[in-house]
């Protein structure tokens, strides 16, 4: 049976001794590694494949080009083989090879084409392709007609499946570390691989070729135009051709990748140009990577300028310099970075020298194992001095302020004494006169009398009310209820005359406050919510409330007032707060406020920081109510 196949012992005189066409012989070679690198970038793109259609689609490809281009070889490297024999090929057999050089290429794409290769499957792998080229060939070997009979030397048989089988896993070793790596040496990895299969594919054929004993027959037909060039030469050019079409796809796939690789960051160049704020982008040694137009506007630097110079030097003030590589330094060594991911306001400098004010966030990430730092910058110079001059008018506000309450409290104070002079002599002209005078002089001098009254206890609530601005609060722990409790008492007969009563449907908290000023709030606004009362039975409720919603947003702890009196109109809510501001006049009226009460308790309620404002119906009656800054202490 094995006799059949190869020769043992001597080989028989009259074997053929062939000759080799060389120039066949390069381009058989060429051929296999062409091949092998067309299958090779097909299972790399096979391994990125995004859907099954274009996975199915690559697969195929790929072991069309290799199948394909192993048998080429296979077929060239025969047809370069010149005998004193005449050959045909059988067209089946030859068919045959090639389609099971093309099944057994699509089997190791298969292996090949896993995320992840072990040195298990490369191995497996490599048999496969080693066995499936050696089938190939001796197939394709059975493919030819002569007079005469093959036989193969066992020791070089063996040795050209070893080399099929060790140059294949050679191949796909280089091949997957070239997938590991990637980067720049991608394709010298690809060619270096498919140079070490072609290699092994040939050196498979043609020791394949050197261990095949030709024998002929005794009455061996010989052909001596017989020539196969033309032929090897059109089918290398076919498989060349047929080669060229997945590496002109890949080519192609790999140009619309740029492309779209390009289109994004042009997309993200014009984001970034048409930013309001200054984008710019460092890398780990601190040089400039990117840089937007609004950063050349703000810093006076162009793009090209400063990329790849020292943010430090660019940007940053000389005395903060060393404080920026440190904080660089100190990031990159234990990952601390205090200012990242925080607004804060730093100062700046620009290209002409001037330093100003910048809102700065920086942003920090890792590319490639490379930290990248990301800064937004916006000039603040504007706000800064706009909050300058507030402060400027504030505190201006703040000192004219004072300086008419002290002028308040002179002038009230220094008023006193005159008009007690003229209240005593209209007194005395009174007592002494009251005979001379007549009736109309009488009526006359107890109406001056009352004016200087009345102009006395004006005089003394705005010596008051500019007591209230001046001195400071003596805060303490107040508990409302106490409180509210003892001004009962106070005003129990005033009460009592008025027929009214107070309600607190819940207990009041504790507060901190100044406490003889919040009792004089309350007392005031006790006292208007029955002065300015209708009703037979009038009732006054005192209550607090944790959270609600104001008209000029939402409060907390809020206290209220709230009366079942004659109502004020809304175009007053406002100017009720105002000093000496009377809603019902009745001049003559000895009961009579004098319109300072609620500018009493707005006073107040500012010195703790509170607010005040008043809901009404008329005819129904008011709800006072204000917070105290303090508010409720439990
Ligand atoms: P006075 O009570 O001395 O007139 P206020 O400053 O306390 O001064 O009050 C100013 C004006 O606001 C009052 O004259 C009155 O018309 C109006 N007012 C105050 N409280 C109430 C209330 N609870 N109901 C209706 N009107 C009120």
């Known amino acids: 049976m094995l006799e059949s196949i190869f020769i043992f012992g001597d080989l028989p005189l009259n074997a053929e001794k062939g000759t080799y066409q060389i120039q066949l012989v390069v381009l058989s070679y060429v051929i296999a590694s062409f091949a092998s690198y067309a299958a090779l970038s097909m299972a790399q793109q096979?391994?990125?494949?995004?859907?099954?259609?274009?996975?199915?689609l690559l697969h195929w490809a790929g072991a069309f080009a290799l199948g394909a281009g192993i048998w080429a070889m296979h077929f060239v490297g025969m047809l370069s083989y010149k005998m004193n024999m005449m050959v045909e090929y059988d067209p089946a057999m030859t068919i045959l090879s090639m389609l099971i050089a093309i099944a057994v290429a699509y089997g190791v794409l298969s292996i090949?084409?896993?995320?992840?290769?072990?040195?298990?499957?490369?191995?497996?792998?490599?048999?496969?392709?080693?066995?499936g080229i050696c089938s190939m060939h001796y197939t394709g070997m059975a493919a030819m007609k002569m007079d005469g009979i093959i036989r193969y030397i066992p020791s070089l048989f063996a040795l050209s499946v070893l080399i099929a089988i060790l140059s294949a896993i050679a191949a796909l070793e280089i091949a997957f570390a070239l997938a590991r790596h990637g980067g720049r040496y991608r394709y010298?990895?690809?060619?270096?691989?498919?140079?070490?299969?072609g290699a092994g594919i040939c050196g498979m054929h043609y020791t394949g070729m050197l261990g095949a004993v030709f024998v002929p027959d005794a009455n061996c037909r010989y052909d001596p135009n017989q020539d196969f060039d033309k032929l090897a030469l059109s089918v290398a050019g076919i498989t060349l051709l047929i080669l060229s079409l997945p590496l002109a796809a890949g080519i192609y796939r790999k140009a619309q990748m740029e492309?779209?690789?390009?289109?994004?960051?042009?997309?993200?160049?014009?984001?970034?140009?048409?930013?309001?704020?200054?984008?710019?982008?460092?890398?780990?040694?601190?040089?400039?990577?990117e840089w937007n137009r609004r950063a050349e506007a703000i810093f006076g630097w162009s793009h090209s300028e400063v990329v790849g110079r020292r943010l430090s030097e660019i940007i940053i003030p000389p005395e903060f310099r060393s404080l920026h590589e440190e904080g660089l330094r100190s990031f990159l060594k234990d990952g601390i970075g205090p200012i990242l991911n925080n607004r804060i306001e730093v100062s700046a400098l620009h290209r002409a020298g001037a330093i100003f004010p910048v809102e700065l966030s920086v942003s920090a990430y890792q590319l490639q194992n490379e930290h990248h730092f990301t800064a937004f910058l916006r000039n603040i110079s504007e706000r800064k001095e706009s909050e300058r001059q507030l402060l400027h008018y504030t505190k201006a506000l703040e000192r004219s302020n004072q300086e008419l309450d002290e002028f308040a409290y002179i002038a009230s104070h220094d008023l006193k004494e005159p008009l007690r002079g003229i209240q005593n002599h209209a007194s005395f002209l009174l007592e002494d006169y009251q005979e001379k005078l007549d009736e109309d002089g009488v009526k006359r001098l107890n109406r001056l009398i009352f004016l200087t009254q009345r102009m006395e206890r004006l005089i003394s609530d705005l010596l008051h009310f500019s007591r209230l601005g001046r001195a400071d609060l003596a805060i303490q722990k107040t508990d409302t209820?106490?409180?509210?409790?003892?001004?009962?008492?106070?005003?129990?007969?005033?009460?009592?005359?008025?027929?009214?009563?107070?309600?607190?449907?819940?207990?009041?908290?504790?507060?901190?406050?100044?406490?003889?000023?919040?009792?004089?709030?309350?007392?005031?606004l006790i006292t208007n919510a029955v002065k300015y009362n209708d009703?037979?039975?009038?009732i006054?409720?005192?209550?607090?409330?944790?959270?609600?919603?104001?008209?000029?947003?939402?409060?907390?702890?809020?206290?209220?007032?709230?009366?079942?009196?004659?109502?004020?109109?809304?175009?007053?809510?406002?100017?009720i707060f105002r000093i000496f501001k009377r809603l019902n006049t009745r001049a003559e009226d000895k009961e009579a406020g004098t319109g300072v009460g609620l500018t009493f308790v707005k006073k107040i309620v500012e010195r703790h920081k509170g607010r005040i404002w008043v809901e009404s119906t008329m005819g129904e009656g008011s709800v006072f109510y204000f917070t105290l800054e303090s508010g409720a202490s439990s």
């Open 112 to 131: 090949v084409a896993r995320n992840q290769l072990y040195t298990k499957e490369i191995i497996s792998g490599g048999i496969l392709l080693g066995l």
């Open 46 to 56: 096979l391994v990125n494949a995004k859907s099954a259609i274009e996975r199915g």
């Open 188 to 197: 010298l990895y690809q060619l270096g691989a498919a140079f070490v299969l």
């Open 540 to 575: 006054v409720e005192i209550g607090f409330i944790a959270h609600m919603d104001a008209p000029h947003g939402s409060e907390k702890n809020v206290f209220y007032v709230k009366d079942n009196g004659i109502g004020i109109k809304t175009e007053f809510f406002e100017e």
């Open 481 to 524: 209820n106490v409180m509210i409790d003892e001004i009962h008492q106070l005003l129990e007969s005033f009460l009592k005359e008025k027929n009214a009563q107070i309600r607190i449907p819940n207990p009041l908290p504790e507060i901190i406050c100044d406490r003889p000023r919040v009792t004089e709030l309350f007392r005031n």
């Open 535 to 538: 009703k037979e039975e009038k």
């Open 259 to 289: 492309y779209q690789l390009q289109s994004s960051e042009s997309k993200l160049r014009a984001m970034m140009d048409n930013a309001l704020d200054a984008v710019i982008a460092m890398d780990q040694d601190g040089k400039i990577t």
